[in-house]
């Protein structure tokens, strides 16, 4: 009964989201990757499974490389707290919402902190495998959740949607009562939506190869406008340790690739800005700890180790010019 009744709110809160919301966000996001052996960043195509719960919390510090000609207003780190709930509507259709937070850090400013933009997320599974002795593509069913081992015969797929909405701060001000830019608020004063597509399959025994590519765009906030984001990830994961009757059931080292491409923004003027966007590469080592089929804990460290950024002089505090990016997930379902 008590199904049900969620079932009917977050059905609710789709149809709200879709009639009464324009579709804008910010650059970063939650993948869909949890559970044992999935990814950290890279989106897993693994879906929950009909009447699973999921609660989700990422962590994410950013500190940034200080430039002479930003002082003495560099922007020094940004930490970002990202609360998911997620249901399985079926075995295939997975259902999200994420609250997001954030404590964003100006020298000489201050800290800018508060709640960031709701975003909802829906993702459809399927797969290339056999059923029933015939190969071909198949909507997800029980052995292909969240949590159920591969099989090196199939190939795991999802597509993703989601849509944010302008909920989050918009209005902090610095030490000096001026308020903040647009980029050091929790929120970012507009809607946006994305669509995505992952991929995964079981190359050989204990390691999985799992790739993604999204995009995600925006609408204007005060006639100026962000840049779209193009993301490719890429994410090789490898068994190192699995006891299924253990405190610690499986132990994964991943590593990842992740290509980020900015488009250009666009000013209240209406006039592209020549001082944004651009193409940075991460390489981003990690693990993920599982303690049974239904908690794990995940880490990774995204290390910027090319870009190619408009202008990138007067780009300080963007993504590519980062010292690095610590990120830890804790993932519990049931």
Do not use: C
């Amino acid at each position: 009964m008590l199904k049900k009744e969620i079932q009917r709110i977050i059905i609710l809160l789709f149809y709200i989201f879709t009639v009464y919301l324009p579709v804008y966000a910010h650059h970063g996001g939650v993948s869909t990757a949890f559970g044992p052996g999935s990814p950290i960043e890279t989106a897993s195509p693994m879906t929950l499974g009909k009447g699973t719960f999921l609660l989700y919390e990422r962590m994410e510090y950013v500190p940034f490389r200080n430039m002479n000609n930003a002082e003495p207003e560099n922007i020094d780190t940004f930490t970002f707290f990202n609360t998911l709930a997620g249901f399985g509507l079926t075995d295939a259709l997975s259902l999200y919402l994420t609250m997001p937070a954030a404590i964003k850090e100006q020298d000489s400013l201050g800290k800018s902190r508060g709640i960031g933009d709701l975003e909802f997320m829906a993702q459809y599974g399927f797969k290339y495998g056999e059923r029933d002795g015939i190969r071909g593509f198949y909507q997800n069913g029980p052995e292909d959740t969240q949590g159920t081992p591969y099989t090196m015969d199939d190939l795991k797929m999802s597509v993703t949607g989601s849509i944010s909405a302008p909920t989050g701060t918009t209005s902090n001000r610095d030490d000096f009562g001026n308020t903040f830019d647009i980029g050091m608020q929790p929120g970012f004063g507009a809607p946006s939506y994305s669509f995505g597509f992952s991929a995964s399959r079981l190359l050989f025994p204990h390691f999985t190869l799992t790739t993604d590519t999204s995009f995600r765009t925006f609408l204007k906030y005060h006639d100026s406008k962000a840049g779209n984001e193009i993301r490719v990830n890429t994410a090789g994961g490898y068994e190192v340790f699995e006891n299924p009757d253990g405190f610690l059931s499986r132990l994964d080292i991943i590593g990842e690739t992740n290509v980020l491409h900015l488009t250009k923004d666009q000013g209240e003027d209406g006039k592209t800005d020549h001082d944004s966007g651009g193409t940075i590469l991460y390489f981003s080592p990690g693990f993920r700890a599982s303690f049974g089929k239904h908690f794990s804990i995940g880490a990774l460290i995204k290390i910027p180790v090319w870009q190619n950024l408009n202008n990138e002089s007067v780009q300080q505090g963007s993504e590519g010019l980062e010292h690095y990016r610590a990120i830890v997930t804790v993932t519990i379902s049931f």
